[in-house]
């Protein structure tokens, strides 16, 4: 099972990014996945989630809005499209997969970060 985070990069206050979680080694209709950020000297802190049937996403209130979480199970990636960034949005961005099809907050496996950088 691999996950890999991709996307990340610097951006200016109020730009827009959107970072890709491929997956592979499981069957992505079947599961849930989350993104996760960690940004320096915070606890990582859980940003959005998506149901294995696209039906039902969550959003943690700072990126509500701004952030939409998407995925394509036949192409095996899920996608979190980032707008209007802002400075507090800086950190290392990782998708974990669920252990269940819906968004149940326990997971197993994790994706290496992808780093997202807001600043003029």
């Known amino acids: 099972v691999q996950l890999q985070a991709s996307g990340g990069g610097l951006v200016q206050p109020g730009g827009s990014l959107r970072l890709s979680c491929a997956t592979s080694?499981?069957?992505?209709?079947?599961?849930?996945i989350a993104w996760f950020r960690q940004a320096p000297g915070k606890e990582r802190e859980g940003v959005s989630c998506?149901?294995?049937?696209?039906?039902?996403?969550y959003y943690t209130d700072s990126v509500k809005g701004r952030f939409t979480i998407s995925r394509d199970n036949h192409k095996n990636t899920v996608y979190l499209q980032m707008n209007s960034l802002e400075p507090e949005d800086t950190a290392i961005y990782y998708c974990?997969?669920?252990?269940?099809?819906?968004?149940?907050?326990?997971?197993?496996?994790w994706g290496q970060g992808t780093l997202v950088t807001v600043s003029s």
């Open positions: 974990a997969k669920d252990y269940r099809g819906w968004c149940s907050d326990e997971y197993d496996y």
């Open positions: 998506i149901s294995s049937d696209y039906r039902s996403t």
């Open positions: 080694g499981f069957t992505l209709d079947y599961y849930a």
